[in-house]
């Protein structure tokens, strides 16, 4: 690791200009993926700055939104009563994140700025109707996640909330990769009263994205039954050491149906 400045700003404004101020600048939050990738000179910063003073821990429920602070750690997530009331999915999607130590240091708004092609969250955000409030603005999910650990976010914008619409039934299902818990291919179906939304992280090439296919065949009926026919291509898959293209697109049907049966018997 290259020596380094570790500043802890009082407010997330103080946190935004000290960002601003140069490129070499960056902020940590739980620092699970950052730095292991400091340590290993794969990235050089200048100033690290702490966002655990900036008061962005927040559960908050209101008029049938949650949201959720950008500093609420996975462990905060799976331990949140009135998550677990309103949206059980998530709490247990958070609760099935990497190991403990991750659980208790990572934290939402740095599992969505990472943008992972394999993360849990982002399937969530996207499912949800998920809104990123920022230092700048605020960002639709379809807008936010780009690619492969890339997002919309500008060098010197900060997440600060993530809003999230609670359906009428949800459920996570995710194939682990069985070291690091990552998704192999997880799967986030969401029942709205009017519309099924199904998001797949961990198998498109380029990262989240919705899954029209299923989110049809779920619309005719919501039932594990209605994918019996259902067999994806592979097109626009990844593959990789972990599993060919054409296995993710059959995983992809198999979480959506335990997903379903899941969310049905809540
Ligand atoms: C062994 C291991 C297993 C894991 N397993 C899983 C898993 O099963 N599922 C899963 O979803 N994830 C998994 N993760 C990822 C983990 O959950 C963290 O969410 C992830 O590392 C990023 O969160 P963080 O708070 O640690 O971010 P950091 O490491 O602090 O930051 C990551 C990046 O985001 C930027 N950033 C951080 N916070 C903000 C913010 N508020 N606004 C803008 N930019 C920001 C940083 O500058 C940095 O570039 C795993 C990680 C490890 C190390």
Redesign the pocket.
Same mark, same amino acid.
């Given at each position: 690791m290259y020596s380094l400045t570790y500043i802890k700003p009082d407010s997330i404004d103080k946190a935004a200009s000290l960002l601003a101020e140069s490129d070499e600048h960056?902020?940590?939050? /739980? /620092?699970?993926?950052?730095?292991?990738t400091l340590k290993q000179r794969l990235a050089r910063v200048e100033k690290l700055i702490g966002?655990e003073d900036c008061g962005?821990n927040n559960i908050a429920l209101n008029s049938g939104i949650l949201t959720i602070g =950008?500093?609420a750690s996975?462990y905060d997530v799976s331990h949140s009563a009135d998550i677990n009331a309103k949206n059980p999915a998530l709490v247990e999607l958070a609760s099935?994140? /990497?190991?403990r130590q991750?659980?208790n240091?990572?934290?939402? /708004?740095?599992?969505l =700025?990472?943008n992972?092609p394999? =993360?849990?969250?982002p399937a969530a955000v996207m499912a949800l109707k998920g809104t990123i409030l920022?230092t700048k603005r605020e960002i639709e999910a379809e807008e936010f996640f780009v690619d492969l650990f890339e997002t919309c976010?500008e060098e010197d914008?900060?997440?600060?909330s993530v809003s999230l619409l609670i359906p009428e039934a949800a459920a996570y299902e995710k194939f682990?990769n069985p070291a690091?818990?990552? =998704?192999m291919v997880g799967v986030f179906v969401a029942k709205f009263p009017s519309e099924i939304r199904v998001a797949v992280t961990g198998a498109g090439e380029n990262g989240v994205y919705r899954c029209s296919e299923i989110e049809h065949a779920l619309s005719n009926s919501f039932s594990a039954d209605s994918l019996s026919d259902i067999t994806l291509s592979a097109e626009g898959l990844m593959s990789d050491i972990h599993a060919e293209a054409d296995y993710r697109a059959h995983l992809i049907v198999e979480m959506a149906r335990r997903a379903v049966n899941k969310a049905s018997s809540r």
């Open positions: 960056k902020v940590v939050s /739980g /620092g699970m993926t950052l730095l292991p966002l962005l =950008a500093m996975h099935h994140i /990497g190991d991750v659980r240091r990572g934290t939402i /708004g740095g599992s =700025a990472n992972d394999s =993360a849990c969250y920022t976010l914008e900060i997440i600060k682990p690091s818990r990552y =998704a």
